[in-house]
């Protein structure tokens, strides 16, 4: 398993579960210092991104890209893949597709989260899921077309009401043509909505795709009381050999969040 941290380049986001805040060059630089393996990168869009700077970012710090968020397309432009406006879908499926053929010049994924939406108002739950869907079959194969793959984020009741748990996120995958989906555990949500993080993992199995490295608190891991032991065991158990990615807040800071999570990701892989 390898390290990365977080890095939001947002600012209508600030104050939310990111490490880093200010800018790629200092966000590099300081996930360098502390030993972690990649970074892991929210943009406002595709288009503010250079690509060719984070190469060299990347080259510098001896870094690598673990993935890139689209969370900016709601929380900045509001557009979701389940709005009732045609037009809205349509944008939001665009702004995601930017974002994994950016992703993917990196050999990394690009993640969906907030921007699936809800069902709500004249919206049915049947209708979410089936433009959910659609979505997933236009932006599945477009990831695959440049070898990666295309991350699916279930989230906890409160910032969705279509997908929260590993068992109902695993039987939507599988109706899905596309193959090219994998599962994001984030174990702040998880924490919530699952009985069992172990056993939900070990059921997930070769689905899961990429892991936010969260404790219950949505701090930095060892500052909760998440058990952390059993998790561990249960992705060893099922060959993950991904990210441990820290999408946590900047408690008490940046610089303390981030050495907080290095420490506890060594001492729970044995690496370091």
């Known amino acids: 398993m390898r390290s990365a941290v977080t890095i939001s380049l947002v600012p209508e986001a600030k104050g939310g579960p990111f490490v880093f805040w200010d800018g790629l060059d200092d966000g590099f630089a300081r996930a360098a210092q502390l030993g972690f393996d990649a970074v892991e990168i929210f943009p406002s869009s595709a288009g503010d991104l250079d690509v060719a700077r984070i190469r060299q970012l990347c ?19 509001k557009l979701r893949l389940t709005d009732p406006d045609g037009d809205v879908r349509r944008r939001a499926r665009e702004f995601i597709g930017q974002i994994i053929d950016v992703a993917g010049q990196f050999g990394a994924p690009a993640i969906l989260g907030s921007m699936q939406g809800r069902w709500e108002g ?48 695993i039987d939507f995958l599988r109706s ?11 174990l702040f949500h998880m924490n919530i909505e699952e009985s069992n993080l172990a056993e939900t993992l070990r059921l997930a199995g070769p689905l899961v795709g990429h892991v936010h490295f969260a404790d219950s608190n949505r701090r930095a891991v060892g500052l909760g009381h998440t058990d952390m032991g059993p998790i561990m065991a249960a992705l060893r158990s099922i060959d993950y050999e991904g990210y441990l990615s820290a999408e946590v807040f900047a408690y008490p800071d940046s610089h303390a969040a981030a050495a907080q999570t290095i420490a506890s990701f060594r001492a729970l892989t044995g690496q370091g």
């Not at 080259?59 to 432009?77: C, F, I, P, S, Y």
């Not at 959910?132 to 906890?156: Q, S, T």
């Not at 899905?176 to 984030?186: A, E, G, P, V």
């Open 59 to 77: 080259d510098e710090n001896q870094l690598r890209v673990a993935a890139l968020g689209t969370g900016a397309g709601w929380v900045k432009h």
């Open 122 to 169: 004249s919206v049915s739950r049947e209708q979410a899921v089936a433009w959910l869907g659609e979505a997933l079959e236009e932006l599945g194969p477009r990831a695959e077309k440049l070898g990666v793959p295309f991350l699916y984020e279930f989230l906890n009741r409160y910032e969705t009401n279509l997908y929260t748990r590993i068992a109902d996120s």
């Open 176 to 186: 899905l043509r596309t193959r090219n989906i994998k599962l994001l555990c984030d």
